[in-house]
């Protein structure tokens, strides 16, 4: 790196240089000779060969002029060329230019050395093969105040020639006599020449120092001689104050010196100190105090956690015992109950196929089927070239509608879209697909209109989709969901195969109470238990359904029993009075007007079958 930029003048003046404010060395015409204590005759007869000194001793100091005829006859002296490689091969050439550049080049590096210190302050790096080096810039602000304010250092110069290093220079430098020279460049540097770049330019110690020019500017005022009195008075007063200033503060130590110390205040400090390790040693007491309070507390809950958690484990150990006796019978329970459930299941499906009968469709291709003996398409619908009129398609997608949503509860397998069976208006529900339709429900009917026919198709798509989760559910594999008829009347018959025999409906009828209100004219005998071969009634005996309905049967015939009494009251009452007036009709003995304890509001009955839970009725 070398400092281009031209510096005018110094910024440090030279008592002012110091170590810390170097900032790089550079080394200018690097050479091994030795030159000290020698003239340029001396320095040209060294470089020529041995004999030439002493051809010049020996040679005769005068000369005899020689004729103009001698010189004629005289043969011409060869004359001295430079260029005494001009002739020479290129391969000659080049080894000689490399051997004048090995003389001169070398790897360099070099070493800061200051008194009383024994280890060099600073090592550069090496500059390989050139005779100008410019190493790199370094700082000496963070050494030690011993170094970094020191004026004088010693350069050590190293050098590498031929695979072997050796010392070239050692030079003690004082930066205080530095000269400054501003720049590198337009200067010739004497052989070996170390140039010091400080943070204000470029000195020297071989090279003269260049008198900056002086600088042009505009006349400042200065100030007048009274002024610099003033100013010269004023010093003086400030240096007499502080003289003064000086001598009270001597007297006042003199003084004190002559008192005896006070030892009270250096006690109170102490006892005060005291006192505050005293206080922050009792909080610490109180702090370890409440914490090993806390622990305690800690253990004991956790000794309390640990035994309600050992005798939980030991009951559920216990527990653990007697399951495992009762767990031969409740897996065979399960596999009892798993056998009935398929079963009942495959009885359902069996009846599902005689109540839907799903047959092939009579002069119809392969896979064209009929259920109830209304043909149903595969493929979707073309009102162009179906044969099928609307209110049979519709009916067919009905009883498919209708079979497909039984099936989800015989089979427990929720289907993704809900349908409403309304015989041939049957509808489907999308509540999870991402339409831009607002209205999801879609219809299994034809109303008309391209956008009925559009809804339509989507729905029936819909409906597939739900038979094939019903099939995927059951383990089956489905190859097309256009095949609506096929698909369920193969889930039908794998979910009714089987090898065992299907096992009987368990017999029992509709088990329930009187449905509606109980309100208006009723008949005794009716209510009396005359009437227990009726369906309502004919739950069967021990029951709970029986013996609540005998519990409320029993309810009301003892208030129909207590209205009647009071009406025969009532006609005595009026037998007894006078002629003109005219009795009172009794109502028939067999037909009473009821009014019941649960008069208001509506009865709800729940209507079951065996094994069957039916919506309710009012």
Known sequence: MSFSRESTRPLLTPQNRRLRHLHGIYIRNLTFERHAFTTTDDVDLSRGSPNKLDGLKNAPQLHHSASSSDLSHRPP??????????????????????????????????????????????ISEVGTRSTNFDFNFFKLTHADPYISRSSQVTVKV?????????????????????????SLINHQFPPNCLVFHLIDGVYTLELPSRVPDPKQGPALPTSSHNALMKLSNLEASIQDALATCESVTGQIDTVLEKIPPDALPAEEEKVKLVNKSVASQQRKLKAAEARRDQLKASIAARR??????????????????????????????????????????????EELTRVFPITQAPAAPPLAFQICGLPLPNTNYDPTSSTASDDALSAALGF????????????????????????????????????????????????????????????????????????????????????????????????????????????????????????????????????????????????????????????????????QQQQRGIEGNDSKLGAGAAPKRAPSPRTVEVTPPFEDGELRVTLRTKGLRESMVK
């Not at 020479?88 to 200051?114: G, N």
């Not at 590498?160 to 205080?176: A, C, I, P």
């Not at 640990?306 to 409740?330: F, M, N």
């Open 158 to 182: 190293w050098a590498q020639r031929r695979g072997e290093w050796l010392f070239l220079l050692e030079e003690l430098v004082d930066l205080r006599q530095l000269n400054f020279i501003g």
């Open 400 to 563: 498919v509608a209708q079979v497909t949503n039984l099936l989800q509860f015989y089979l427990s397998v929720p289907l993704p879209y809900p349908i409403s069976v309304y015989g041939s208006r049957s509808s489907i529900r999308d509540d999870i697909s991402q339409i831009a339709d607002t209205q999801r429900s879609f219809p299994l009917f034809l109303r008309g209109g391209a956008t009925a026919q559009y809804r339509f198709e989507y729905g029936w798509f819909l409906l597939n989709k739900n038979i094939e989760a019903l099939c995927v559910a059951s383990g089956l594999k489905v190859v097309d969901i256009r095949h609506t008829l096929p698909n369920l009347k193969y889930l039908l018959y794998v979910c009714s195969a089987g090898t065992d025999e299907l096992p009987e409906r368990k017999r029992g009828g509709i088990r329930g109470l009187f449905a509606g209100k109980l309100k208006g004219r009723m008949s005794v005998e009716d209510i009396g238990g005359g009437g227990g071969g009726s369906s309502a009634g004919g739950s069967r005996r021990g029951s709970a359904e029986s013996d609540a309905a005998t519990k409320q049967r029993d309810e009301l015939r003892k208030a129909l029993e207590g209205q």
């Open 77 to 122: 002296k060869p004359r001295r060329r430079s260029t005494n490689l001009a002739n020479k091969s290129p391969v000659t050439r080049q080894k000689q230019l490399e051997e004048a550049i090995e003389s001169r080049a070398a790897d360099v590096f070099f070493s800061l050395h200051v008194q009383g210190v024994d280890d060099p302050i600073y």
């Open 304 to 349: 309390t956690a640990i035994a309600e958690g050992r005798a939980a484990q030991e009951s559920v150990e216990q527990d653990v015992e007697h399951a495992r006796a009762k767990l031969p019978a409740s897996r065979d329970a399960i596999a009892t109950t798993n056998d009935l459930i398929r079963g009942q299941r495959r009885r359902i499906c």
